[in-house]
């Protein structure tokens, strides 16, 4: 599993706008550490800079400077389509009759491979292995029939099926657009009492001084230009399927989404686990860092002691950044140190927000003990992840997901060596978070997909066809054990 992307536009006539994109990814940074992009007009042409690594070793003042403009769109990229290569980078930009045009995308389609297999068939080729690129030349080939790029993006938006929360640059405008199901979250600011900024997350808005306005609408297409700020509905929501991962793993815990802070949401869900997974411990220890928060709120409800066992160096980025198997086990290592005067001798309640393979919580369970811990009982502040994401969240294949490979917690338990292991029910998750279920995604949890998915395209991620649980189903089938919610070795 891995992660996504970060997308950020600006319509600024009187503003810095390459410096205020480059802070606004800034804040983006934990949506993907691979490449980074800006792109940024003037009202005549588009000028793009877009490199292989973090945002701040991608930008120096040389190169700000040089992208000089009055608009501009960015983008942080973890790959979920498409290799990892500079081509597949973003911002990418095509032409059209009209002039250019530039995308930021965040999500995934899912129809990709059918909308590209239809315009190679007509001609069109393409440099990248990105859904983002046939995105991309679709919205320059519909300018071309319909002259503008508003109506060209309105033409095209009912053919994406998937997830998509984008902006769009053109020489005189940024145009942002989000999927009818509003599956990733995209915001939109104001800055100084005339700019206007899109973002994916409310935290790029905090750090550049922008005043949140408001969420952009599923199926919402919303243009800024000379004339102000216009949009429209171009797709009725069917139902919204916000992705339930941005509050437990995904977005910043400073972010908000839908009205909820993500902290906030963080700690409900700890203390929903408490609730429902108590376990008899001295010391309540998050993992560093996205578990702090669920532990905060385990430990406020259990009213056991909260403490720090684990050490992150912040120096270093997610381990997940390193694809390779090898590396991955090494950077357990790397990114935490265990503090052994807090640990030694006591029991530990360690809270994390996910397990996906299982191999980090293995190595820092291992850690654990090594720095002398008696016992140590693991509480996950989500439920069990069996099913693959095929819109933007890189949850690998079934067969990678440990909570698909094993038939029950118990043997989830096992392979990560915890004395004790309890994850979060579907319903204790909804109850923790407090929103309702119709308004979210959860199908990494249910294999309730929202917007169906083709044959071919779930066939690459299901090379698991023997589960205990089978598609569609929160509960085990009758017949295999039933994994109750927490097990402990008898
Ligand atoms: P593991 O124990 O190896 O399954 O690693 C799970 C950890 O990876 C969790 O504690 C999360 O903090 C983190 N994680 C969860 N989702 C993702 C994701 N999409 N990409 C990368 N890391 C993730
Ligand atoms: Fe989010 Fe999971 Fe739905 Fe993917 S499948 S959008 S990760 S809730």
């Known amino acids: 599993m891995r992660e996504e992307c970060g997308v950020f536009g600006i319509y600024g006539p009187d503003e810095d706008v390459s410096r205020l994109t480059y802070f606004g990814l800034f804040?983006?940074?934990h949506r993907g550490?691979?490449?980074?992009?800006?792109?940024?007009?003037?009202g005549r042409d588009i000028t793009l800079y877009r490199e292989m690594g973090l945002v701040s070793q991608v930008f120096d003042e040389a190169t700000l400077e040089r992208l000089s403009g009055d608009l501009a769109i960015g983008h942080a990229r973890y790959s979920t389509t498409g290799s990892t290569t500079l081509a597949n980078a973003q911002p990418m930009v095509a032409e059209w009759r009209g002039g250019k045009i530039a995308i930021s995308h965040n999500g995934n389609l899912i129809n990709t491979l059918a909308l590209r297999r239809e315009m190679e068939a007509q001609g069109e080729t393409f440099e990248a292995s990105s859904d983002s690129e046939v995105m991309l030349r679709m919205v320059a080939r519909e300018a071309d029939r319909t002259g503008t790029v508003e109506e060209a993006l309105a033409a095209c938006m009912p053919q994406w099926h998937g997830a998509y929360s984008a902006t769009f640059l053109t020489e005189k405008s940024v145009i942002a657009v989000r999927d009818p199901y509003g599956v990733r979250p995209l915001c939109v600011g104001r800055l100084n009492g005339q700019a206007t900024v899109f973002a994916s997350e409310t935290c790029a808005l905090n750090l550049i001084g922008a005043e949140f306005l408001r969420e952009a609408q599923p199926g919402e297409l919303i243009?800024?230009?000379?004339?102000?700020?216009?949009?429209?509905?171009?797709?009725?929501?069917?139902?919204?399927?916000?992705?339930?991962f941005e509050y437990i793993y995904l977005a910043r815990p400073d972010s908000k989404i839908s009205d909820r802070l993500v902290h906030e949401a963080r700690r409900g869900l700890g203390r929903q686990l408490a609730d429902?997974?108590?376990?008899?411990?001295?010391?309540?220890?998050?993992?560093?860092?996205t578990g702090w928060p669920a532990a905060i709120g385990y430990?406020?409800?259990?009213?056991?002691?909260?403490?720090?066992?684990?050490?992150?160096?912040?120096y270093v980025p997610r381990t997940f950044i390193q694809p390779d198997q090898r590396l991955r086990e090494l950077g357990v290592k790397i990114k935490l140190n265990?503090?052994?005067?807090a640990l030694a001798g006591r029991r530990i309640v360690m809270v994390d927000d996910s397990i996906v393979r299982g191999t980090t919580k293995r190595g820092i369970?291992?850690?654990?003990?090594?720095?002398?811990?008696t016992e140590v009982h693991v509480r996950i502040s989500a439920p069990p992840i069996r099913w693959p994401c095929y819109y933007g969240v890189d949850t690998s294949n079934r067969s990678e997901l440990i909570a698909a490979r094993c038939s029950s917690v118990e043997?989830?338990?096992?392979?990560?060596?915890?004395?004790?292991?309890?994850?979060q029910s579907i319903q204790g998750m909804l109850k923790g978070l407090q929103i309702p279920r119709r308004k979210l995604c959860l199908a990494c949890f249910t294999g309730r997909y929202p917007i169906a998915i083709p044959k071919d395209v779930r066939l690459s991620k299901l090379d698991l066809e023997e589960s205990a649980w089978r598609e569609g189903e929160e509960e085990p089938r009758a017949g295999t054990p039933a994994p109750s919610p927490t097990e402990t070795p008898g």
């Not at 265990?338 to 005067?341: K, Q």
């Open 27 to 29: 804040a983006l940074q």
């Open 276 to 289: 429902d997974q108590p376990v008899d411990g001295d010391v309540v220890i998050p993992v560093p860092d």
């Open 338 to 341: 265990p503090l052994r005067d």
């Open 365 to 373: 369970i291992g850690m654990i003990r090594d720095a002398g811990a």
């Open 33 to 42: 550490q691979e490449s980074a992009g800006i792109a940024v007009a003037d």
């Open 299 to 314: 430990a406020e409800r259990s009213g056991l002691p909260f403490g720090e066992g684990l050490i992150r160096n912040r």
């Open 223 to 244: 243009v800024a230009d000379e004339d102000g700020l216009r949009s429209r509905a171009v797709l009725t929501t069917p139902r919204q399927a916000l992705c339930v």
């Open 411 to 423: 043997e989830i338990r096992r392979a990560i060596g915890a004395d004790s292991l309890g994850y």
